[in-house]
C-alpha cells in the first residue's frame, strides 16, 4: 500500500475544506486535499449560491417548533422531518427545541453576523484579486411575499439585522416590482438586502481549486478517508481508499458526511444532514435581476447569465439518497405562485445535497480538544457558501498560532466536547 506525508491533509473538498487550503498556502503551509468524490462534488454543488450576511439570524427562534410541527402533516412542506426512532435525531431536536428562545437567538444571531460579513467581505476581495470566473454579481437579495399578514410578521427580521448592523430595506409592492419586473402583480412587499451577493456554487468550487493547485496544493480526487491510527493524543495516519497519509495536522472538512468519520476517533459531531433539493433550468426570457426568497413557501431563485435555479427544502430524513418528486414539484409550484416566468425552457439538472446541519446553527471550526492535531472544519448548515473564506482563514490562523481575526468563542468544537 503507498504512503505519502504532508505537512496539513485536508480531509474533504467541498467549499470549507478548499477554502482552508486556500489560507493555508497563503501562510506557507504544504497542504494535500482529499475527496472520495470529485472536487465539489458534495451539498457545494448544486445549492442556491447565495453570500447572505442577511441569514444571520438562527433558525430556532420563539414559535418555531409550533410552526414545524404544522408543517410535519404535510408532506410537500419546505420543512420536514421523516418520522423515525433514531436517538440521534431525537436529541438533536430536543437540543434544537430547547434554542427557541430570545437570549439564544441574539447571541447566534450576533456570532453568525459575524462570520457572514467577513466572510462576504473577503470573499468579494478574493474575486477580484484572483480573477475567478464564478458569476459574482454583488447585486443584493430580496425577499419577496404574497400574504400581507406575512409580511406584516416579519418586522423581527428587521430588527434582528439592524441589531447588528446589517443594512435592510423594507420595501412596498410597487418597489419591489419596479426592482424585479419578473414578479406576478399580486406581490405585496418585500424586503431588500443590499449587503449580500450571488456567485454559481460549482464554478466557484472549481475556481477555488485551481487557484489552490496553482498556490502549490496537492488535490486527490476519488479518494475516500476510511480510517486513522492514532498515537498517544495525536493522529499519526489516515488510511484510505488509495494508501496511507501521514501529516502533522489534519482538518475534517467533510460537511454532512463529518460525524461518520469521526466516529472512528471516538468524537460524537451532533450534526443531521439537512437534505435540500434545487432545479436548474437554462435561462428563462424574464429571469430576476436580484436572488429572490419567495418568503412564504421557502422557494430561493437564482440566475446566472447562463442558467436559473431553485432551491431550497429541509427535510431530515438522515442520509436518504432518493431524490423525491413531491420536493422538487414544491419547487416548481412554490415559483410559479411568484413568478411570471417560473421555469426555463429547459431542465438542465435536477439536485439534492445535505446541509451539515449542528443544533445551535453555528459551524464547528477550531482544535479538537482530545486530538493534538485535529481541527474541525465543519457544520456550516445553510450557508457554507457565504461563511466559506472566513472559516479557512479562521482555520489557518488556528493552526499557525496567531490571534484570529474573528472571536472564534462562538465556534469552538469544546462546545459539544469534541
Ligand atoms: C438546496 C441547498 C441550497 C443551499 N444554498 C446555499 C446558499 O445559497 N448559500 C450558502 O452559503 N449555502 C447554501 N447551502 C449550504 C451549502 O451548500 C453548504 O453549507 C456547504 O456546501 C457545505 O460545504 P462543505 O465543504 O462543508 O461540505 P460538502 O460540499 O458537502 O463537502 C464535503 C466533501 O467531503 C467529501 N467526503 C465525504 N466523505 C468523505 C470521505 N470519507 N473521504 C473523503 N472525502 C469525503 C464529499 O465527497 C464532499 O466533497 C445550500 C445547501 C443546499 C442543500
Given amino acids: 500500500m503507498s504512503e505519502s506525508k504532508t505537512d496539513v491533509l485536508i480531509l474533504g473538498a467541498g467549499v470549507i475544506g478548499l477554502s482552508c487550503a486556500w489560507y493555508l498556502l497563503q501562510r506557507g503551509r504544504r497542504v494535500t486535499v482529499l475527496d472520495r468524490g470529485r472536487v465539489g462534488g458534495g451539498a457545494s454543488h448544486g445549492n442556491c449560491g447565495t453570500l447572505t450576511p442577511s441569514h444571520a439570524a438562527p433558525l430556532a427562534m420563539p414559535g418555531m417548533v409550533g410552526q414545524a410541527l404544522r408543517m410535519m402533516w404535510r408532506k410537500d412542506a419546505p420543512f420536514h422531518v421523516a418520522p423515525r426512532l433514531d436517538p440521534e435525531l431525537l436529541g438533536w431536536l430536543l437540543r434544537f427545541a430547547r434554542r427557541c428562545n430570545w437570549r439564544d437567538f441574539e447571541a447566534v444571531n450576533r456570532a453568525k453576523a459575524q462570520i457572514l460579513t467577513h466572510s462576504r467581505a473577503l470573499i468579494g476581495d478574493l474575486v477580484a484579486t484572483q480573477g475567478l470566473n464564478c458569476g459574482f454579481a454583488a447585486n443584493g437579495t430580496l425577499y419577496v411575499f404574497r400574504e400581507q399578514q406575512s409580511l406584516d410578521e416579519f418586522g423581527w427580521h428587521l430588527d434582528s439585522l439592524r441589531a447588528v448592523g446589517i443594512p435592510v430595506e423594507p420595501c412596498s409592492a410597487a418597489q419591489v416590482r419596479a426592482l424585479e419586473p419578473c414578479l406576478r402583480d399580486t406581490i405585496v412587499g418585500g424586503v431588500f438586502h443590499p449587503g449580500d451577493a450571488q456567485l454559481r456554487p460549482d464554478r466557484y468550487v472549481a475556481e477555488l481549486a485551481r487557484v489552490v493547485r496553482a498556490a502549490g496544493a496537492d488535490i486527490i480526487e476519488d479518494c475516500a478517508a476510511e480510517d486513522f491510527t492514532t498515537a498517544g493524543a495525536r493522529i499519526d495516519a ?111 439538472e435536477e439536485w439534492y445535497g445535505w446541509r451539515p446541519m449542528t443544533w445551535d446553527d453555528l459551524p464547528i471550526l477550531g482544535r479538537s480538544g482530545r486530538w493534538d492535531n485535529l481541527t474541525l472544519a465543519t457544520g456550516h448548515g445553510m450557508l457554507g457558501v457565504s461563511m466559506s473564506l472566513a472559516s479557512g482563514q479562521l482555520v489557518a490562523e488556528t493552526l499557525s498560532g496567531v490571534a484570529t481575526t474573528l472571536d472564534a468563542a462562538s465556534y469552538s468544537p469544546q462546545r459539544f466536547h469534541l
Wanted: net charge positive.
Fill in 238 to 348: 489516515v488510511r484510505t481508499s488509495r494508501g496511507i497519509h501521514r501529516a502533522d495536522e489534519v482538518v475534517l472538512a467533510l460537511g454532512a458526511w463529518s460525524p461518520t468519520l469521526a466516529r472512528r476517533l471516538d468524537l460524537r459531531i451532533p450534526l443531521q444532514p439537512g437534505k435540500g433539493y434545487s432545479i436548474t433550468y437554462e435561462r428563462p426570457a424574464l429571469a430576476p435581476r436580484i436572488p429572490l426568497v419567495l418568503k412564504e413557501d421557502s422557494v430561493c431563485v437564482t440566475a446566472w447569465a447562463d442558467g436559473y435555479r431553485l432551491g431550497s427544502t429541509m427535510e431530515f430524513a438522515g442520509y436518504d439518497t432518493s431524490l423525491n418528486r413531491l420536493r422538487l414539484d414544491a419547487l416548481r409550484r412554490g415559483a410559479a405562485r411568484y413568478l411570471r416566468e417560473p421555469e426555463g425552457p429547459r431542465v438542465l
